[in-house]
């Protein structure tokens, strides 16, 4: 869990960002990578995209703000959507399956959550994120973070943690 008004501690191995660790592991083991965002609304992208070469194995980003969104784009069953909800394990197990599907990628990586202010309907907390995780021939994998700080803090905390889990992923089955 995050302090309140603090960044998630960004991971670095010899001095690289998550992020830069993630590109060189995808260029040298030849794989694509692509998102499907909910809460962060592009920013696990752009935490991507910052690294020189990414535009080498990142395929991009869906962003799907919506349920409408995660059904049209992702091919998300509305059946799910209805029983567990917007913000579940299954809802992140089939956003990244769903992007891992339409983009033709190796590996994906999904999140969604609550970034507040305000709560919704559902009773899940502010700051409830899960992060999704799909593999080519490999295992579909959820985590569930309880974040906190102001809305962007989330987002942004968010994308970070999305970026650690599928680099575990990678690390651990490529």
């Not at 609304?41 to 991507?48: E, H, M, P, W």
């Not at 784009?73 to 029983?83: A, F, P, T």
Request: with cysteine; net charge negative; aromatic share 6%.
């Amino acid at each position: 869990m995050v302090s309140p008004g603090t960044i998630a501690k960004e991971p670095a191995a010899n001095g690289r960002s998550g992020e830069e660790v993630l590109v060189a592991l995808l260029r040298e083991k030849a794989l694509l990578l692509a998102a499907a965002e909910s809460c962060t609304g592009g920013l696990v992208a752009d935490r991507i995209v910052r690294v020189p070469g990414a535009s080498g194995v990142f395929w991009g980003s869906f962003v799907c703000y919506t349920p409408e969104a995660k059904i049209n784009m992702l091919g998300v069953s509305g059946g799910i959507l209805g029983k567990y909800g917007l913000v579940s394990a299954e809802t992140a197990a089939a956003m990244a399956e769903g992007a891992l599907g339409k983009s033709g990628a190796d590996a994906a990586v999904s999140v969604t959550g609550l970034a507040g202010p305000e709560g919704d309907l559902s009773g899940v907390p502010v700051g409830t994120v899960w992060v999704g995780t799909a593999l080519k021939n490999g295992p579909v994998q959820t985590v569930i973070f309880h974040l906190t700080g102001s809305r962007n803090e989330l987002r942004n905390n968010a994308a970070l943690e999305a970026v650690n889990q599928i680099l575990k992923q990678v690390q651990e089955f490529f």
